[in-house]
């Protein structure tokens, strides 16, 4: 009985041992022009900025979300659980984003991994040039697991407390900081890689938008690691045991 308990606090202490390795590899860092965290209990304790398309610049342009789909792409290195996503968006003042539809996919408008629609938690950040509110959203993923590879967020239907039209910001920033990611609009279709304050003049920077999506490595043991944790708890095991008989 007191060599199972001592292999049962080893199994425990080796996976104890491996998720405080493991959580000291990640960054807590929130993308640019965000505050940190979010409310709701969307942040966990593991999740981080996985990919940023930022920063907030809102002095350009933004993308009807409320009456239009918009989508943008990121890239993974690898395999990763999604968990919430930020967008930055201009409202009328006073104004603030409700809810969104949202859709994973790896085409623009396409939902053949995940779709839904999530409830936004809300910061005023500034007022831009043109009188509009700036303000960064958040809303959850249902721990969307992808792999590596590029995808497709898309954005659409969105809805605001008083009812009045959601615009999803253009990261361009005339080059400092500029979106990375390729958008396609359902208006104008793919929005060309270089825009700036008078679309489609280019003036440097992306035509894409300020968002960035959260969540933490989906890592699964090789093989051979458990093959050699395992017979180096057996072996461990064989010396406890002896030493328990005599």
Request: net charge negative.
């Amino acid at each position: 009985m007191r060599f199972a308990k001592v292999c049962a606090l080893l199994v425990v202490l080796c996976f104890a041992i491996s998720s405080v390795a493991s959580a000291s590899s990640v960054s807590r860092t929130a993308p640019l022009g965000t505050k940190s965290g979010a409310k709701g209990g969307l942040v966990k304790p593991l999740d981080y900025w996985i990919y940023s398309n930022g920063p907030t610049y809102a002095e350009t342009d933004a993308w009807n979300q409320s009456n239009y789909w918009v989508s943008d792409s990121f890239p993974l290195s690898k395999t990763y659980t999604l968990t919430y996503a930020w967008e930055a968006t201009w409202m009328y003042p006073g104004d603030f984003e409700t809810g969104t539809a949202w859709a994973i996919g790896t085409a623009p408008d396409t939902s053949n991994i995940a779709s839904g629609f999530a409830s936004t938690y809300d910061y005023y950040d500034f007022t831009n040039y043109y009188g509009y509110w700036v303000e960064s959203d958040y809303f959850a993923l249902p721990n969307v697991k992808l792999g590596a590879g590029t995808y497709w967020l898309t954005l659409s239907g969105a809805q605001s407390y008083y009812g009045t039209t959601v615009w999803w910001d253009q990261a361009d920033a005339y080059g400092y900081g500029a979106g990375k990611s390729s958008a396609y609009e359902q208006y104008y279709g793919y929005l060309q890689p270089g825009c700036g304050i008078l679309y489609p003049g280019n003036v440097g920077g992306n035509c894409s938008e300020s968002f960035a999506v959260y969540g933490h490595p989906t890592t699964t043991p090789e093989p051979g690691s458990l093959m050699l944790l395992g017979s180096g708890l057996l072996g461990l095991g064989g010396v406890i045991r002896r030493r328990f008989v005599k």
